[in-house]
T-cell receptor, first 114, second 116 residues
Framework: DAGVTQSPTHLIKTRGQQVTLRCSPK?????VSWYQQALGQGPQFIFQ???????QRGNFPDRFSGHQFPNYSSELNVNALLLGDSALYLC?????????????FGPGTRLTVL | AQSVAQPEDQVNVAEGNPLTVKCTYS??????LFWYVQYPNRGLQFLLK??????LVKGSYGFEAEFNKSQTSFHLKKPSALVSDSALYFC??????????????FGQGTTLQVKP
């Protein structure tokens, strides 16, 4: 049973560029959330996708956008990259969007913005 | 607003001794609480959760946590620490309200160092 997978593992971009990160949820899960974890910090919630729509959003600017596909996989897009966007980006999946189900995390994508 | 605090940046214990990693929370309703562990260059691994029921919750790898409503605490414990338990531990609470139940609010994390 595959867990949550993310790609790529590492990414280096320059300021002003755009980036796309990818996530495949755990088997049987249909809800995907994205988190940003800056160095030395706890993860911060970006948004959650369910039924191919953004359902909930944290305090992140519109430069952060996402998409969910019919197979429940998801993408996180960040436009006009800033140095402060350098972080570990974590994807988490769960079985249903509004329950107390546990969120299971992928290994993350380490984004470095130069 | 909901919040989680982990008052210790680092906890040091000797192998074989009991360990405690502290967490306090602030929510207006009933809390849904979680503990995760993060090893270097890895994602978060789920350890245990409290939703309702017994105040002592048992989880993975011999970990347990005690929910204390009066003290608004959810401390992580293990009777006998292993060197392999050395990692970064996060406490989290689920967001409240229909627009926030999908998110977890994390503490700053506590580094656990277990020495042989």
């Amino acid at each position: 049973d595959a867990g949550v997978t993310q790609s790529p593992t590492h990414l280096i971009k320059t300021r002003g560029q755009q980036v796309t990160l990818r996530c495949s949820p755990k088997s049987g899960h249909d809800t995907v959330s994205w988190y940003q974890q800056a160095l030395g910090q706890g993860p911060q919630f970006i948004f959650q996708y369910y039924e191919e729509e953004e359902r909930q959003r944290g305090n992140f600017p519109d430069r952060f956008s996402g998409h969910q596909f019919p197979n429940y996989s998801s993408e996180l897009n960040v436009n006009a990259l800033l140095l402060g966007d350098s972080a570990l980006y974590l994807c988490a999946s769960r079985g249903t969007p509004l329950s107390t189900d546990t969120q299971y995390f992928g290994p993350g994508t380490r984004l470095t913005v130069l | 607003a909901q919040s989680v605090a982990q008052p210790e940046d680092q906890v040091n214990v000797a192998e074989g001794n009991p360990l405690t990693v502290k967490c306090t929370y602030s929510v207006s309703g009933n809390p849904y609480l979680f503990w995760y562990v993060q090893y270097p260059n890895r994602g978060l691994q789920f350890l245990l959760k409290y939703i309702t029921g017994d105040n002592l919750v048992k989880g993975s790898y011999g970990f347990e946590a005690e929910f204390n409503k009066s003290q608004t605490s959810f401390h992580l414990k293990k009777p006998s620490a292993l060197v392999s338990d050395s990692a970064l531990y996060f406490c989290a609470v689920r967001g409240e309200g229909s627009s926030n139940t999908g998110k977890l609010i994390f503490g700053q994390g506590t580094t656990l160092q277990v020495k042989p």
